[in-house]
């Protein structure tokens, strides 16, 4: 796979899916722009990237942040000199049962999943069309696609987010724009960490974990998403379901 020439804009890249999406698609030839919260984690991947010959900026931001989502996607134009590819990945997946919910935890998932996606896809939009197109990749996730016991408040995010895509691409195609929607099954990252110190929502997760068997990589889903980049123009994958083999629902 050949990315040379691609600027590609990764949120959530400090770990899990948006790490290794930026790792492969630095191997590929890409030019990657980097956002998440932790300023350490991103400076030492864009090294990592860097002295291994490729090209990686580090911009430490919140997405939930709205001025800051957008000076994300300017600077990373800026510092790329184009903005072929935005990946809005960055996630929390906070579980657990309506009643007796830390309603901040919704709050967080709403301002991360939703609201962050798309104040980047704002600022994304304009600068892509103006460059005559572009590639939105949003990540969702089979949560976006069925709903659970215990996961609600998340299901509601990544169905929006899947919901969204879809009306993005009819509203973008006629600027150029080809918009993604990846819905991944379980990824062994840290999303699953968030739930630590939540009893109930830990056995479950180890439970699912255990009836699948192997999960997947992040580098599995990093190779899907690269798979819908490089498709020929006329081409846009519009939505793609990664699970591992052993995943029921
Ligand atoms: P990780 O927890 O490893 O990665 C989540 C990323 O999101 C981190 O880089 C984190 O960076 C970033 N993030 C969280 N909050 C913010 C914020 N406010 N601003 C900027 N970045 C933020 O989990 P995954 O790699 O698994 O998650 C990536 C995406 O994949 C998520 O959208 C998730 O919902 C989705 N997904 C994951 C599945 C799985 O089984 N793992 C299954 C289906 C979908 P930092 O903390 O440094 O800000």
Redesign the pocket.
């Known amino acids: 796979m050949d990315l040379s020439g691609r600027a590609i804009a990764i949120?959530?890249?400090?770990?899990?899916?948006?790490e290794a999406t930026a790792v492969l698609a630095a191997a590929a030839g890409a030019s990657v722009a980097l956002?998440?919260?932790?300023a350490d984690?991103l400076e030492s991947l864009a090294a990592r990237i860097n002295d291994d010959g490729g090209r990686a900026v580090a911009l430490p931001?919140?997405?939930?942040v709205e001025d800051e989502a957008r000076a994300f996607v300017q600077h990373a134009y800026e510092q790329l000199g184009r903005l072929d590819v935005l990946v809005n990945?960055?996630?929390?997946?906070l579980l657990g049962a309506v009643t007796g919910a830390d309603t901040a935890e919704w709050r967080q998932m709403i301002e991360?999943?939703c609201l962050?996606l798309l104040y980047c896809t704002h600022a994304a939009l304009p600068v892509m069309g103006e460059q005559g197109g572009g590639h939105i990749v949003n990540?969702s996730?089979?949560?976006g696609r069925r709903a659970s016991l215990g996961t609600g408040v998340y299901n509601m995010t990544k169905f929006g987010v899947t919901a969204f895509s879809e009306s993005l691409r009819l509203e973008a195609l006629h600027a150029g724009i080809r918009v993604t929607v990846i819905e991944?099954?379980?990824?062994e990252?840290?999303?699953q960490g968030?739930n630590a110190g939540k009893d109930f929502v830990v056995d479950a997760i180890a439970q699912a974990q255990e009836q699948i068997g192997k999960v997947l990589e992040?580098e599995d889903i990093a190779r899907a998403i690269l798979y819908c980049v490089s498709q020929p123009e006329h081409v846009n994958v519009s939505e793609v379901m990664v699970v591992p083999r052993g995943q029921q629902r």
């Open positions: 949120t959530g890249a400090t770990s899990g899916i948006g956002a998440g919260r932790r984690r931001t919140d997405v939930a990945n960055a996630g929390v997946m991360v999943n962050g990540v996730s089979v949560a991944p099954g379980y990824v990252t840290e999303l968030h992040a």
